[in-house]
Every structure is written in C-alpha cells, then in structure tokens.
C-alpha cells in the first residue's frame, strides 16, 4: 500500500443531485463512516451548475425531483435558479461542504482483491495527481458530458458565417437581443429555449426533423396550494403533494403502455386548444412514436406552445440538405436564413464518469458485465452507480440507490465483510444477454447512440434496472441480500 495515501470508507464522485443526495443518506445514516465526494466543477450543483441556456428548468415536478428528506417549498415546477437554491440549502443543512473536494476528476479506479479495496487516480483543477483509497465506491457522476453537447454531422456545417452555439456550451456573454435565431431540436430543452430566447430575440424558428411529444398544465397544484394556505406542515405538503404526483404518473404511465391511442388523441386535443384549430397539429404536434417511448416534455403554463400561438416564434418540420454561408437549406429547398442558430439536439452518454475501471490492474468492459438491479455489476466488487429513471424523477432512484448502499454497508459491517460482489447464480449463467433498455421500450437518442457500450441485462429483475419505480420502491427494500446474488469476502 503507497505511503500516505488516504484511506476512505466510501468516496462519492459527483456533487450534483445524487452525489448530495447520496452523502446525506450515507452521513445521518453511518455518521462513523469517513466519507469524502469529489467534484470535478468548483461548486456543487451538477447539470443545475453547468447548464446555463436561457430558462433552464426542471420538467419533473419538485415533489418528486426534490429528495425524500427535504421538503420542497416552491412551485410544482422551477427554474435552474430555484433548484440550485434548493441544493445550497441541502450543502448547508447536512454540513456537506466538509465532505466535498472540487476541481477532482477521477480517472482511473482499481480493485485491489488482496487489500479490499478501491485505488483512485485523481487529476485536480491545478494540474497536480493524487491517488486515494476506499472501501466503497459510488459512482454519482450523472449520465451525460456536461459540458459538450451532442453535435449531429451536419453537411456545409463549417461554411455557416452566423454564430452557431450548442444549448450544453451557452456562451456566458451570448447577446441574443434583436437577433434572427433558428433552434434545432426538439424536446425539453426546445421548449425551455423556444419561449425564454423569445421574450427578446429578433424572429425565431425553430426547426425540429421529427416531432415530441408535450403535455402542458398549472405550473402550481391547486392541491399544494390549498394545503399551504391551511398552514399544513411543509413535511406533510411534500409528502402528500409527492404521493399524488408518483400516482398520477403511474396511472399515466398505465395508459401510454395499454391504451396509446387515446392517450395519443388527448395529448393532441390538448394541444390544440391552445394553438387552435388552424394550426398544423398533425406535421408539428404528432410523433411517430408512443408516449413515453421517448420522453415525454411537460410544459408549465403551455409557455412553449403560446409562443406559437401568439406569432413570437414560428416551427417548421423538416430535414437538414445543408448548411450554406448564412442560412440552412431544407430538402424541401427552402432557406432559414439566420445569424444565429441554436443546437438544442440533446446530449451524450458519460458512462460512468468515463472512468478506466480495472481489477488487480486488468482493464474491466462495462459492456462486458449484467447489471445488479442497475445499481452494481457483475464481477465488480463493493462499487454502486446511480442512474435515475427514464419515466420518473431521477432523484427517486438517488434516494432508493443510497438506502440500497447504507443497508448494505450495515450488512457487510454486522458480518465482518469486506466485499461484496454480483455474481450470477449457476442457473442464470447461460440466460441471454439483452441491452441496458429495450429500445421497443425506451428509444431516445443518447441512449440508443450508446447502448453497446452500456452494461447488459438479463430477463430477470435481479438482473435488469426496471425504469419501473413504482415496482421497485417495493422489491429494492426487500432485496434478499443472502440469495446468492451477491458474493461477500
């Protein structure tokens, strides 16, 4: 073992919603554990910290975004602002500033089997290496390169004079007053960008190939606001307000899987009765997939579709030919001229924090490996990994994830453990592989643009991250941790 380097029980890599999250859970449920989270940024805050466009916004509702432990005291919905408050609020409470090092990108990790434990390289912000030592390791890095978005290989693309800028890399001195702007994309970030860059930007299109599918409603719950104004408890309102929201999901969630058609149908009547009966609701509004086979975009206060209605921004539906010196060229051959254009074409994949993993020094293929309920991997020791739900607020697996990992450390404590491994049983060894998701499931773009590199699955829920949680809220707390599943040395 190297002289001096540190020796931690549980080190978390990222300081963003499931990194917090996660330390909190770790820190009131362990307190005796020595705990340290590493950040690559210079402050917490994660996709809240690094994505800056114009009206950034969650579109899952805080009673559910927000964490189980800490009721959320706003709108149903909020700015990137109000949940970065919401986090500095979580830093201060649980003292968590103690526990974190920024400017720390890990690049490597090896499992020691001789030792137990986990050795990090790690680069810092001033060009110095370090390596530290843990026992645990849990990986809440996100999901996504946060700072570089995903770039399509548009033809001509370099021969554009405007200025092209992607919605991941906002400039932070971009003036976009009075300009001509074209943003491509659809989606969530779309529909955040769309009505923010038209409160003062000059004309403003935006150019989507294909449509997604949006649901609008009250940015606030009539129900939350009754139980405010009746003074109720702010535990209790979080409780209940999260509550309703997981149900009314799942009930929605119900409908999209057996009865498409007419969801299909009140999605577009919906709709409608904003844009009005005039509007081309088919080309613009329909997409060719099924609610939640991609993610559906709730929109607050339909603001996203008034701006369309009321003539501040227009929408065309088409493919790309090129681009030519000062505009883009449709196949249809019509020209959007534009001196600036807008990438909102979404984001890709960061596997694990890009992280070489490696056990006593020979490389490990995550690709290679079955998921243990989407949190660990075969053959990988005393390692966990967040990854949210693709139907349901992100922070509801953080908190599921992180009581997974304090019950599982208090197992290994009570028994004397000092690992502990998926592995799969005799029986399950010759099961199919299968992908990370079912693209007949779940097809968004940057999961099926990396889904070969994504760890594998198989036909068994031991075996598979559900993106189910309202099956999984039951059977992860009743994990049987001494099914043979987990191998513990």
Known sequence: MPDGTEIFDVIVVGAGVSGLGTACHLKSDMPHKRILILEREETFGGTWLTNTYPGAR?????????????????????????ILAYLGEVVAEHALDR?????????????????????????????????????????????????????????????????????QEWPEDLDVSGRSIVVIGSGATAATLVPALARSSGPITLLQRSPSWYFWGSSTKDLVELLRRL???????????????????????RRTLEEPEAVKAEMLEAIRDVLGPGFDIETHFHPRYRPWQQRVCYIPDADFLETFRSGKATIVTAEIERFTPDAIR???????????VVAATGFDLCLLGDVHFSRDGEPVDIAETVTYRGMMFSGLPNLTWTFGYLRASWTLRVDMNAEFLCRLLRHMDANG???????????????????????????????????????????????????????EKDTIPAIDLADGRLRFA
């Not at 449709?330 to 600036?340: I, M, T, V």
Request: proline share 6%; glycine share 8%.
């Open 231 to 253: 003074d109720i408890d702010p535990a209790w309102i979080h409780e209940i307000a999260r509550r309703k929201s997981v149900a009314d999901e799942a009930e929605f969630i």
């Open 330 to 340: 449709l196949r249809s051959g019509r020209e959007l001229k534009a001196d600036l």
């Open 58 to 82: 969650s579109d899952s509702d805080l009673f559910t975004y927000g964490y189980r432990f800490k009721p959320w005291m706003g709108a149903h919905y909020a700015s990137r602002e109000e």
């Open 417 to 471: 453990h000092r690992a502990a491994m998926p592995q799969l049983l005799p029986e399950e060894q010759a099961l199919p592989r299968r992908p990370w998701v079912e693209p007949e499931n779940f097809n968004g773009g940057y999961l099926m643009r990396s889904l070969a590199r994504m760890p594998r699955s198989l036909d068994r829920p031991e075996w598979r991250h559900m993106h189910d949680y309202w099956a």
């Open 99 to 167: 526990l974190i090092r920024y400017g720390m990108t890990v690049t490597a990790a090896d499992w020691s089997s001789a030792d137990a434990l986990w050795t990090l390289t790690v680069a810092g912000s001033g060009g110095e290496s370090l390596r530290l030592r843990t026992r645990f390791l849990a990986m809440c890095q996100g999901y996504y390169h946060h700072r570089k978005g995903y770039w399509p290989d548009w033809p001509g693309l370099s021969s554009y004079t405007g200025e092209i800028v992607h919605s």
